[in-house]
């Protein structure tokens, strides 16, 4: 998590740092660790505890006001816009059904399982 | 904005060894550059040039200033840490701080105080009861609390174990680096050092190999893992390195666009190291 001290953040090697850095703060958002209206870390404050340069930082952080995800407020930094983590999870939703659902279905169907079944599984777990 | 340091045609002998062998760069402010290269490579003769400590042939410009002319002035505007960095062993803590408040008039006693404050050192203490990562401490809470525009570490971390390393650039980016200050760092442990660049210049033989801003490096080298059968057609493509890694092989290449490598393996971001062994051995089975 980005506000603990995190000695190997496991960066990988097939997306730039800063991407990966942009998808961190989202993670952090759809789990409202970050909630709406909230500081995200200094710049200064990342770069040194995930030893990165400022620069890396920064555009990571704009990857995020770009999207409309955060906003820059003068003098005082980074702030999670609200309605950050509707929009997030809307698009994560529409994601969802457009990509993953339509595989699942054909899983479902594939195997063979009832509708009924698949309730009484959920019904089970959630209680 | 005025670069902190432009160099022309830098050249340094020492009798028939060329040191440095006609070399050009320029650092803007606010950047972090890695000056790396192997043992003898000209690294420690760049920087003694740049600092004034050695005479060179060529034009170099240190803000303003001729480095070996102007040396008094010039060392009010930088600070350096030598991967010698000696303090005489009889010396106290408190001494030390008083001695650099006395010569240095960029110097804030409070500063130091405040980084001395994080440590485990007390100003009673002579240097030859610190450890050697205590000492390195001492360094650096004295240079940090000095107001200068560039700083130079040369194998800063050298000896230190990982816990002090890590720490000692948590400090630099967390209560020093900002886009006023540029710092030029040699060091041998490229990998810890390789996300804190801005900037990257590979010095062999007195001579640049390298020399590029972060971004670009990431724009313009690639590296690519291919399935045996498909070697041929990846080495048709220029690589400028290939290697063996767990029965797959690794190719290197520059400025070959990634859409025409995805098509024949993964691509992945190559580390400054690989990029250091490519750029110094060339092509190598």
Redesign the interface.
């Given at each position: 998590m980005l506000l603990e001290i995190d000695?190997d953040p496991n960066?990988n090697?097939?997306?730039?740092?800063y991407r990966q850095l942009r998808d961190k703060v989202v993670t952090m958002i759809l789990e409202e660790v970050l909630k709406d209206g909230d500081a995200l870390p200094s710049v200064?404050?990342v770069?040194?505890?995930?030893?990165?340069?400022?620069?890396?930082v920064m555009k990571g952080y704009q990857e995020l006001v770009d999207e409309d995800l955060v906003e820059k407020k003068r003098g005082r930094g980074m702030f999670v816009k609200e309605g950050a983590q509707t929009a997030l999870l809307r698009d994560e939703r529409r994601r969802f059904l457009d990509d993953e659902w339509p595989q699942v279905i054909a899983r479902i169907q594939r195997l063979g399982l009832k509708v009924g079944e698949l309730l009484k599984k959920l019904n089970g777990e959630e209680r | 904005m005025n670069a902190i340091v432009t160099a022309r045609g830098l050249s340094k002998r020492f009798g028939e060894t060329k040191a440095l062998d006609n070399i050009d760069f320029t650092i803007a402010p606010g950047r972090?550059v890695g000056l790396i290269g192997p043992n003898g490579a000209g690294k420690t003769t760049a920087l003694k040039a740049l600092l004034g400590l050695t005479r060179f042939e060529g034009d170099l410009d240190v803000m303003g200033y001729d480095p070996y002319r102007q040396r008094a002035e010039l060392m009010k505007k930088v600070c350096f840490i030598a991967d010698v960095a000696i303090l005489p062993r009889w010396l106290r803590v408190s001494q030390a701080l008083d001695f650099v408040e006395g010569v240095h008039p960029q110097f804030s006693r409070e500063r130091a105080e405040f980084f001395l404050a994080k440590t485990q050192i007390s100003h009673k203490q002579r240097v030859r009861t610190l450890s050697k990562g205590m000492v390195t401490q001492l360094h650096l809470a004295i240079v940090m609390a000095i107001d200068v525009r560039l700083l130079v570490l040369d194998e800063p971390t050298l000896g230190l174990d990982i816990l002090f390393r890590?720490q000692f650039?948590?400090?630099v980016?967390?209560?020093y680096?900002d886009?006023q200050r540029t710092i030029i760092v040699t060091t041998h442990q490229v990998e810890?050092?390789e996300?804190?660049?801005?900037d990257l210049i590979f010095i062999n033989d007195g001579r640049i190999v390298l020399n590029e801003s972060?971004d670009n490096v990431?724009e313009k080298y690639v590296?690519l893992l291919v399935a045996p059968d498909r070697c041929d057609a990846a080495r048709a493509l220029g690589a400028i390195h290939e290697r063996e890694i767990l029965g797959k092989r690794l190719f290197l290449y520059e400025g070959v666009a990634k859409q025409q490598l995805s098509e024949l393996g993964?691509?992945?971001?190559?580390?400054v190291a690989d990029l250091f062994v490519a750029k110094m051995q060339g092509v190598a089975a």
């Open positions: 000695l960066w090697d097939s997306q730039p740092i200064r404050q770069a040194a505890e995930y030893q990165l340069n400022p620069l890396t | 972090i890590k650039y948590e400090t980016l967390g209560d680096f886009d810890e050092i996300n804190i660049l801005t972060m990431a590296e993964e691509l992945h971001r190559p580390s």
